[in-house]
């Protein structure tokens, strides 16, 4: 945040501790996947000139995110996954905005077949967001 646009400068490095959190489950509190999901949504806010270049590398990471959260039947709570599928939701909403509906545009196929409720319901609330 207090680098504003000056992340430009980091987003290869970045970009690559961004992939790394969002592929591991960290434990029931899951505090490492919030933070950088939180990082993301700074990162596309203050650099989102540069994100429609980094759009199928970040679109696939999160979609992973959100199913292996929808599919684990491990420890976490649910009240921790909602957040962490509310982050990632607001992650792809961001990207949409920045990248000119183009994460609609990719959403289109996997949204007309997804048959799980809770990834359906992310992908709606992209889908539906002006």
């Known amino acids: 945040s207090r680098l504003g646009i000056l992340i430009v400068r980091h ?37 989102w000139p540069r994100m429609p270049c980094r759009l199928p590398i970040l679109l696939e990471a999160l979609l992973k995110m959100i199913w292996d959260v929808h599919t684990d ?31 609609k545009v990719l959403l289109e196929g996997v949204y007309s077949s997804c048959e799980e409720n809770r ?4 992908l709606r609330k992209v889908r539906e967001n002006t």
């Open 11 to 47: 987003l290869k490095r970045l970009e690559r501790v961004i992939l790394g959190y969002l592929e591991v489950c960290d434990g029931p509190e899951e505090e490492a996947r919030l933070g950088i999901l939180e990082t993301l949504q700074c990162t596309i806010e203050h650099a």
């Open 73 to 103: 039947q491990g420890s976490t709570p649910e009240p921790v996954k909602a957040t962490l599928l509310q982050g990632a939701t607001e992650c792809l909403i961001l990207l949409d905005r920045c990248s000119e509906g183009q994460v």
């Open 119 to 122: 990834v359906w319901e992310c």
